[in-house]
């Protein structure tokens, strides 16, 4: 053993790692893969380790682990027995960082709900059916009767215009 | 507050998700961990291994210092020099999968375990159709997926096997499994933004249709490499675009793409490489009917091929040679290299098929009835057996 030429190894650089990427994976996995928290973090914990003995080849890091993170959520639902979405259905139920901006506002339930009074109803019905029943983009679409992208819109268009209704009304008490 | 105040306030922010400090502890360990086994087993493995003969390397497993993360990292990365010495790779693999399998539970996280486990499966299929054991190496590749397939945050490593399972696949001519499995694995490397995985699958979808005579269909997708500017993925693409122009009935180019994959290899100091490409290149010549030039450049890789103990390869560049013999009517040469090829595939129990078509053709040249179209079939039969080792060989009129 060669202690001596050891590199000398940063005591808080792998903690400031996870640390630093924690809350993004655990989103993906919670919002886009709807993995319950306490799984995703199990699931993202894994991603990290799987990612050390690979730390030398990986040229980029975060596109490295938002990929691990989404391989390993529809494992995680494929090992759980709920049909992943194929490919062309991901494609539309791919993250966007705005809405999880505003999902992260939107965290508790009881003022998500008050927050969708302030819609109009076909937003209210959009957004209950993707939030409140767990339905995929494709399937809010096909029972919508509009196109996957479409409702993809209609979504983020409603989320915002949810926070920005429930931010001027101000929290209910 | 004022400013000391606020400097002792913990950021907090409520939208923001916090780890498990227990865990973020524990991921922190392992990481070390690895990291130190890793640089302290980088020498002393390697040390140990020379001064252990080769076949009692397996023994080392029983060494307790061997049984650990850095070690296997170290035969990894020995494993990966095929072209140095791919049996001694083979060796490597072999004591990795013995050290992952024994590593006692509860060493390092049991996903870290089994993607060692897998990874050294995976080595020994890479190593395995290297030698061209093609049956061994998908049996090999079924073990890693086994370890990989219950963890879905081992998706990359998955692809990586699946991508040297492509490669074996290619090589049993089942090019339609192999393409399924290409697109698959680079459509996993994408998703990881794995840039360099992701050219090597585009350069294994252009060699698979090389493989499978599509040679103008090959010829697009190579091309798109080559404006890629990736120095690696460029000389292999100039190598298949080649034998694509080789194909193509085109010797002229393939001449020029022969010579800069050469020039590209000896860049990247990719030995084997560069005696595959003075390989090609040789054969251009020889269809260019520059003879003397042939010669040279195939006995360059005829000798480098039989240093490494690629006897199949030594015996094809022998064949070009003969080939260019005959065309010069050097006839006692021709019959000469031709008797020896027969001896070397002879001496390394190589198909006795192919065996026998260089004993019909060593006869012939031998009668003076042997013609360069002959030697031709010859060569041509032999890198048939490669994919289908029960063909039989017919007689050309």
């Given at each position: 053993m060669t202690p001596q030429t050891s590199p000398r190894i940063d005591d808080r650089l792998f903690e400031a790692m996870y640390e630093q990427y924690f809350d993004l994976l655990v989103k993906i996995s919670v919002y886009k893969f709807r993995v319950p928290d306490s799984e995703a973090e199990g699931l993202v914990h894994d991603v990290l380790l799987a990612y050390l003995r690979k730390s030398d080849l990986v040229l980029d890091l975060k596109s490295w682990l938002v990929g691990a993170i989404c391989h390993a959520s529809r494992h995680y639902w494929r090992q759980n027995g709920r049909n992943v979405t194929g490919d062309a259905q991901m494609d539309v139920d791919r993250v966007d960082p705005a809405s999880l901006r505003i999902l992260d506002s939107l965290t508790d339930q009881i003022a998500a709900r008050e927050a969708l009074e302030c819609l109009p109803p076909r937003y209210q019905e959009i957004l209950r059916l993707r939030y409140f029943e767990g339905c995929t983009v494709a399937e809010v679409a096909e029972r919508m009767g509009i196109k996957p992208k479409s409702a993809q819109k209609l979504i983020t268009k409603g989320l915002r215009r949810a926070e920005r209704l429930y931010g001027e009304k101000g929290r209910p008490k | 507050m004022n400013r000391d105040e606020?400097?002792?306030?913990?950021?907090?922010?409520?939208?923001?998700?916090?780890?498990?400090?227990?865990?973020?502890?524990?991921?922190?360990?392992?990481?070390?961990?690895?990291?130190?086994?890793?640089?302290?087993?980088?020498?002393?493995?390697?040390?140990?291994?020379?001064?252990?003969?080769?076949?009692?390397?397996?023994?080392?497993?029983?060494?307790?210092?061997?049984?650990?993360?850095?070690?296997?990292?170290?035969?990894?990365?020995?494993?990966?020099?095929?072209?140095?010495?791919?049996?001694?790779?083979?060796?490597?693999?072999?004591?990795?999968?013995?050290?992952?399998?024994?590593?006692?539970?509860?060493?390092?996280?049991?996903?870290?375990?089994?993607?060692?486990?897998?990874?050294?499966?995976?080595?020994?299929?890479?190593?395995?159709?290297?030698?061209?054991?093609?049956?061994?190496?998908?049996?090999?590749?079924d073990r890693a997926d086994a370890f990989f397939e219950g963890h879905g945050t081992l998706a990359h490593d998955r692809a990586i096997a699946d991508f040297v399972r492509s490669i074996v696949l290619s090589h049993l001519r089942r090019f339609d499994e192999a393409q399924e499995l290409l697109e698959s694995c680079r459509s996993v490397f994408n998703d990881h933004g794995d840039v360099p995985l992701y050219r090597k699958c585009t350069v294994a979808a252009g060699n698979l249709l090389v493989r499978r005579g599509d040679y103008r269909a090959a010829r697009e997708v190579l091309r798109e490499l080559l404006r890629d500017g990736d120095a690696e993925a460029t000389a292999r693409a100039r190598f298949a675009l080649g034998w694509c122009a080789i194909h193509l009935g085109v010797p002229e180019e393939a001449l020029e793409h022969f010579n800069d994959a050469v020039r590209r290899q000896k860049q990247l100091a990719s030995q084997l490489e560069v005696v595959r490409a003075t390989y090609g290149a040789g054969c251009a010549l020889v269809r260019l009917g520059r003879l003397d030039d042939a010669i040279e450049h195939l006995t360059y890789a005829r000798s480098h091929f039989l240093e490494h103990a690629f006897i199949e390869e030594a015996g094809l560049s022998g064949l070009e040679i003969v080939e260019a013999c005959m065309l010069r009517d050097e006839f006692e040469p021709a019959r000469t290299l031709a008797a020896t090829i027969v001896q070397e595939f002879t001496d390394a129990a190589l198909n006795r098929r192919a065996v026998a078509a260089l004993a019909y053709l060593n006869d012939a040249i031998a009668a003076s009835s042997a013609t360069p179209e002959i030697v031709r079939h010859v060569h041509a039969y032999i890198t048939e057996l490669r994919f289908d080792p029960t063909r039989e060989f017919v007689l050309v009129n």
């Amino acid at each position: 053993m060669t202690p001596q030429t050891s590199p000398r190894i940063d005591d808080r650089l792998f903690e400031a790692m996870y640390e630093q990427y924690f809350d993004l994976l655990v989103k993906i996995s919670v919002y886009k893969f709807r993995v319950p928290d306490s799984e995703a973090e199990g699931l993202v914990h894994d991603v990290l380790l799987a990612y050390l003995r690979k730390s030398d080849l990986v040229l980029d890091l975060k596109s490295w682990l938002v990929g691990a993170i989404c391989h390993a959520s529809r494992h995680y639902w494929r090992q759980n027995g709920r049909n992943v979405t194929g490919d062309a259905q991901m494609d539309v139920d791919r993250v966007d960082p705005a809405s999880l901006r505003i999902l992260d506002s939107l965290t508790d339930q009881i003022a998500a709900r008050e927050a969708l009074e302030c819609l109009p109803p076909r937003y209210q019905e959009i957004l209950r059916l993707r939030y409140f029943e767990g339905c995929t983009v494709a399937e809010v679409a096909e029972r919508m009767g509009i196109k996957p992208k479409s409702a993809q819109k209609l979504i983020t268009k409603g989320l915002r215009r949810a926070e920005r209704l429930y931010g001027e009304k101000g929290r209910p008490k | 507050m004022n400013r000391d105040e606020t400097s002792k306030v913990v950021p907090f922010d409520r939208r923001r998700r916090y780890p498990d400090p227990a865990r973020v502890a524990a991921f922190g360990a392992t990481a070390r961990q690895l990291m130190q086994e890793k640089a302290d087993s980088a020498d002393a493995v390697l040390r140990v291994l020379r001064e252990t003969p080769r076949d009692r390397w397996a023994t080392l497993v029983d060494r307790p210092e061997f049984l650990t993360s850095g070690t296997l990292d170290s035969l990894a990365k020995l494993a990966a020099e095929l072209e140095r010495d791919p049996q001694e790779s083979l060796a490597a693999t072999a004591l990795a999968i013995a050290i992952a399998e024994a590593l006692p539970d509860g060493a390092y996280p049991i996903v870290v375990i089994e993607q060692h486990r897998g990874q050294a499966w995976k080595d020994r299929a890479r190593a395995l159709c290297y030698l061209a054991r093609y049956e061994e190496a998908l049996a090999a590749l079924d073990r890693a997926d086994a370890f990989f397939e219950g963890h879905g945050t081992l998706a990359h490593d998955r692809a990586i096997a699946d991508f040297v399972r492509s490669i074996v696949l290619s090589h049993l001519r089942r090019f339609d499994e192999a393409q399924e499995l290409l697109e698959s694995c680079r459509s996993v490397f994408n998703d990881h933004g794995d840039v360099p995985l992701y050219r090597k699958c585009t350069v294994a979808a252009g060699n698979l249709l090389v493989r499978r005579g599509d040679y103008r269909a090959a010829r697009e997708v190579l091309r798109e490499l080559l404006r890629d500017g990736d120095a690696e993925a460029t000389a292999r693409a100039r190598f298949a675009l080649g034998w694509c122009a080789i194909h193509l009935g085109v010797p002229e180019e393939a001449l020029e793409h022969f010579n800069d994959a050469v020039r590209r290899q000896k860049q990247l100091a990719s030995q084997l490489e560069v005696v595959r490409a003075t390989y090609g290149a040789g054969c251009a010549l020889v269809r260019l009917g520059r003879l003397d030039d042939a010669i040279e450049h195939l006995t360059y890789a005829r000798s480098h091929f039989l240093e490494h103990a690629f006897i199949e390869e030594a015996g094809l560049s022998g064949l070009e040679i003969v080939e260019a013999c005959m065309l010069r009517d050097e006839f006692e040469p021709a019959r000469t290299l031709a008797a020896t090829i027969v001896q070397e595939f002879t001496d390394a129990a190589l198909n006795r098929r192919a065996v026998a078509a260089l004993a019909y053709l060593n006869d012939a040249i031998a009668a003076s009835s042997a013609t360069p179209e002959i030697v031709r079939h010859v060569h041509a039969y032999i890198t048939e057996l490669r994919f289908d080792p029960t063909r039989e060989f017919v007689l050309v009129n």
